[in-house]
């Protein structure tokens, strides 16, 4: 069963600092990994999708990595803003299925 | 991008009633819709897949007996939590995907007193 890690539960820094956000996953047999942002009491928005093939796909100030033989998957936000406060999940998928394996989430507060 | 709604956003109700939760594809068809649960400060759970015209398939420790699934359209799925109970409180999203992408319901708000 896949077992999906984030580290640290919960971050907070001033705004302008660049946050840097882990997730582990237990089996490195996936087939794509997704970054999510979920806001107090709502749904997710998606971030990044990284195919099992990419080593980091980028979206503004996100980046994020991927190490599929380590199982590791990193996601880097640059400059933060008190708007990119939320709780931000990893999920890997194994198969074309779309069934996601999602990690408890690194609560993040950029403080201004 | 693809919208996918819930209703209602939010529910209260007594123990041993009954709660029909909608999952809508506002602008595209989905053969195939997900249904997770939420509890407080933990990570999202799969419960079932919901395919159109089929049944549901539950994962694992997920009573198909109390979480009723149906897939009618390729635009609507419905759960339905029968006899709820306060251990049954959570916060529950679903997800519907087209060829590429997954999108996510806002969620529904379970409470049960």
């Known amino acids: 069963k896949q077992e999906v890690t984030q580290i640290p539960a919960a971050l907070s820094v001033p705004e302008g600092e660049n946050l840097v956000l882990n997730c582990s996953f237990t089996d490195s047999a996936i087939y794509n990994l997704q970054w999510f942002r979920q806001d107090p009491g709502k749904g997710l928005t998606s971030l990044l999708l990284?195919?099992?093939?990419?080593r980091e796909q980028t979206s503004g100030r996100l980046n994020a990595s991927l190490d599929k033989s380590s199982g590791r998957s990193t996601l880097y936000i640059a400059a933060s803003q008190p708007g990119d406060s939320a709780t931000y999940l990893c999920a890997v998928s194994r198969s074309n299925d779309y069934k996601l394996s999602f990690g408890a989430g690194t609560t993040v507060t950029v403080r201004a | 991008g693809a919208v996918v709604s819930q209703h209602p956003s939010w529910v209260i109700c007594k123990s041993g009633t009954s709660v029909k939760i909608e999952c809508r594809s506002l602008?595209?068809?989905?053969?195939?819709m997900f249904w997770y649960r939420q509890f407080p400060k933990q990570s999202l759970m799969l419960m079932a897949t919901?395919?159109?015209?089929?049944?549901?398939?539950?994962e694992q420790g997920v009573e198909k007996d109390k979480f009723l699934i149906n897939h009618a359209s390729l635009t609507l799925s419905t759960l339905t939590v029968t006899s709820a109970h306060p251990e049954d409180s959570s916060f529950y999203i679903c997800s519907a995907s087209d060829q590429d992408t997954q999108y996510f319901g806002p969620g529904t708000r379970l409470t049960v007193l």
């Open positions: 919901s395919n159109e015209g089929s049944k549901a398939t539950y």
């Open positions: 990284i195919q099992s093939s990419q």
């Open positions: 602008d595209f068809q989905a053969t195939t």
